[in-house]
């Protein structure tokens, strides 16, 4: 069994961090800015655990990975993935937004989280944005 810097982990999609890991202000995760239409990837081949959406959180993906490690991706427009569909490192799961900015409205970007046996952890630590 190996460990979580062993693994070979894409980066969720292209874009600048523009909010960093703050567990002390309840954010478990980064927000990475994003252009209209692009395409979420998985980091690590697992399994959709949960397929969901909310007003707030828009669509949002689950992937279970090996090492108990499980990967969230939050705020995207279009999900490509259904509970208990098998996914590999680097596929297209999801879309970010696709009306770009509005007047008044921010920019798509992606809340991306890794949990780790109930843990959040910090994602710049195992991804190089």
């Known amino acids: 069994m190996g460990t979580l810097q062993e693994l070979n982990l894409y980066r969720p999609t292209r874009g600048l961090v523009i909010k960093d ?12 800015a994003e252009n209209p239409n692009e395409g979420v990837l998985a980091i ?5 655990v949960m397929s969901d959406y ?21 705020n ?3 999900l490509l993935k ?13 879309t970010l937004s696709s009306n770009g900015s509005e007047e008044g409205k921010a920019k798509p970007y992606l809340h ?16 190089a944005f």
């Not at 890991?21 to 954010?27: A, I, L, N, R, V």
């Not at 909310?54 to 939050?74: C, D, M, P, W």
Request: proline content about 4%.
């Open 44 to 48: 690590h081949s697992g399994t959709v």
């Open 112 to 127: 991306f989280e890794l949990w780790h046996r109930g843990k959040p952890l910090d994602p710049n630590i195992y991804i």
């Open 21 to 32: 890991f703050s567990p002390q202000e309840k954010h478990y995760g980064v927000d990475i």
């Open 54 to 74: 909310t007003a707030k959180e828009g669509y949002t993906f689950a992937i279970q990975h090996r090492e108990n490690l499980v990967s969230i991706y939050r």
């Open 76 to 78: 995207c427009h279009h």
């Open 82 to 94: 259904e509970v208990g569909d098998k996914v590999v490192a680097g596929e297209v799961i999801a």
